[in-house]
């Protein structure tokens, strides 16, 4: 089977990094060579990139939060996501660009439709390769939000309030309905093991 290059998304504590530990746990029975990354980062300056938008410290201009996304995001697909397809493994990444669209487009532009504009153009001339499949873990804004409390120290999104997140949830639903063809929404209630037996089915494996 040809490597696939599969991303996650989903709004604030849906349970991401838990699917995504199991996935890979799959991966691995099954003997399929990946790589698991995630954005913003997963390469040596995108992860630089990373520390200045996620630092609560950081004064950004919106224009100036999605054009980092984006030079993040280059950096990530030349160093690690093609050179990965290109050798046969698969790609697992913990967020791409449905999140542009849903946080920078909906949760900073209110899904203006100039802004809207702006990121499809930047998607489609810096972003060298679209994933596969995306699994858009659907979960009720505020039952992630409340998984997420536990966490010990918010960063610069995750000291948003809820009006924020309902946004970059009319974010996900406006890319899922515009992207139906690549994304998969998964229902992410119920138990872990249901969610990953979800998404299992989904990637057909
Ligand atoms: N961002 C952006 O603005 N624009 C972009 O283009 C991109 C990103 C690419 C990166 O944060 C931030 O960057 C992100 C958007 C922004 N900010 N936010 N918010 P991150 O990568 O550090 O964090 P995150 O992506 O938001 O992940 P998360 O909120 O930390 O959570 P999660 O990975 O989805 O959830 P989890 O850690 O797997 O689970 C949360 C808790 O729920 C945990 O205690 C689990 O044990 C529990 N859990 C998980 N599954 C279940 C089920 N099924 N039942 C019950 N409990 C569960």
Same mark, same amino acid.
């Given at each position: ?49 990373? *520390? ?5 410290? @950081?004064? /950004?201009?919106?224009?100036?939060? #999605?054009?980092?996304? $984006?030079?993040? %995001? ?32 909906? *949760? ?5 439709? @100039?802004? /809207?504009?702006?990121?499809?153009? #930047?998607?489609?001339? $810096?972003?060298? %390769? ?41 974010? /996900? ?11 998969? %929404? ?20």
């Amino acid at each position: 089977m040809a490597p696939k290059f599969i991303s996650f998304e989903g709004t604030e504590g849906v349970g991401k990094t838990t699917a995504i530990d199991g996935f890979c746990r799959h991966l691995d029975e099954l003997g399929v060579a990946y790589v698991r990354t995630r954005e913003p980062g997963g390469a040596d300056m995108a992860e630089l990139i990373r *520390g200045i938008l996620l630092n609560k410290n @950081s004064i /950004l201009h919106d224009d100036t939060e #999605l054009l980092l996304m $984006f030079a993040a %995001r280059a950096d990530h697909s030349y160093k690690t996501i093609l050179p990965a397809l290109d050798a046969g493994k698969w790609v697992v990444c913990d967020r791409f660009i449905d999140s542009t669209v849903a946080y920078q487009g909906f *949760g900073r532009f209110h899904g203006e439709q @100039s802004a /809207l504009d702006k990121i499809d153009l #930047l998607i489609k001339n $810096f972003v060298p %390769r679209l994933p596969d499949i995306t699994l858009w873990l659907d979960l009720d804004v505020a039952i992630g939000m409340a998984r997420a409390k536990n966490r010990s120290q918010a960063d610069r999104f995750e000291s948003l309030d809820t009006s924020f997140f309902d946004k970059v949830y009319q974010g /996900l639903e406006y890319g899922f309905n515009k992207n139906s063809e690549r994304i998969c %929404r998964i229902d992410a209630s119920g138990s872990i093991d249901e969610v990953a037996s979800r998404i299992r089915e989904a990637v057909g494996l």
